[in-house]
């Protein structure tokens, strides 16, 4: 059998930059000869790209791969692989639970999948590949991507921040930058080929260029301004002890750049947060949002939160439930605490009980829930631009699109006006959608 007529199927858990990953991956495999199909049952190779944050990301991939023992036993030309952040933690221990398991291949080695799977069905049997000398290539084929209009960029791999929950760095390895002439030939080629909204990637975008003594975010954002054809820039993740006002000013300044921050405050405590190892005072993050909102008019906040720290007393998370309710996030994503083996807090006793942590995850939600419904009811009757991505997937005769503070927007027009920025006039609204009409 040739790579020719192998399809592969990837499978995507985590964060943006996973799915990233799966689409340069999926690249690398087309390249290299192999088919694609987004249906597993088809394919002769199945491989999770795979997220390990918290446990119950890593049970639902544990959960999946049980699912192909039988097949993995009785087709022996069968290909069952797991790559990605699960792949580097775990290593040996997964293909010990999984003997049927033939390539393990971590976050770092994941551009060699396909000289991997080669070798694999040239019948060399298994392949555990969890090295940190992989290639670095940031780059894709710029037709791989989620969307015909939106695409995901990546201008930084890895972490040094060690948040003491966190398994990223542990995983991912320490930042490196891409060189910023490279990542405006990829925004270049995005939107000639028609994407019209990029998002930049890394876990912490603030600190892109400082460990190769680059231009800093800023200056990256000032220089893909500037990419004819390209409407709406955003970035993702910045870390609230990096938010520099040189970053919040070319925010402001920048025509195309969203005037959108995901800036996880994680918790409300200063206790919480120092034994979290965030580097910041729940008063030093009420002065960065008051910093970015004077510098920035109209910015919204994206947060995440954990609920749930070892140690977290009821006075601790009342301070984080008025920190949500005060800032007023745009949207919030709020976790339950999940020991990660490796990490400094997995040292700590976790002592929050799993009831505790569950009621506590529920007032999160539903205090970010009440501010939802307020913060879009006081938009309605006001014009917004909205980036058209298509056809409703929930009702077909509308359009929907985003604003610039990424909220959902769905409205009536025709669908040729997919890819294109639009002004919308809202006149409803709930929990997490705005509705209007188009204005002139
Ligand atoms: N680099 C990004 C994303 C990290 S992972 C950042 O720093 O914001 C995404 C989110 O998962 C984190 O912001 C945090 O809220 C949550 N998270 C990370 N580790 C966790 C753990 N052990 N248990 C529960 N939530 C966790
Ligand atoms: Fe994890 Fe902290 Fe790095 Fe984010 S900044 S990836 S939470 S260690
Ligand atoms: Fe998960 Fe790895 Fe992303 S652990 S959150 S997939 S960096």
Redesign the pocket.
Known sequence: MTDHNRTVCIITFG?QMNKLDSEVMRAELAGAGFGLTEEPDEADVVIYNTCS???HAEDKVFSHLGAWRRRAQEDENFVLGVVGCMAQRLGAELTQRFPFLKLVCGSRAFLRVPEHLRAIMRGEGPVLDIGWDGPLRFARDPRMRRSAHSAYVSIMRG?N?F?S????PHVRGREVSRAPEDIAQEVRALAADGVREITLL???VNSYGTDAGKPGLADLLARINGVAGLKRIRF????PKDVSAELLRAVAGLDKVCEHL???P?SGSDAVLRAMNRGYSAADYRKMVEQARRIIPGVELA????V??PGESEDDFRLTLELLREVRFQQS????????PG?R??LLEDDVPASVKRERHRLMLAAQERVDTERRRAMVGSVVEALVDGVSPRDPTKLTGRTRANDIVVFEGPCELAGQLVNVRLVDSTALTLFGHLAG
Do not use: E, L, M
Not at 165 to 168: K, S
Not at 236 to 239: A, G, I, R
Not at 303 to 306: K, Q
């Open positions: 964060c944050v918290r446990q972490c921040n948040c929950y966190c398994i990223v890394g876990q912490n993702v993740t910045s870390h995901h800036a996880p994680q947060g995440d939160f954990i749930g720290f994503y709020i976790f339950k605490y999940s020991p990660r990490t807090a997995a």
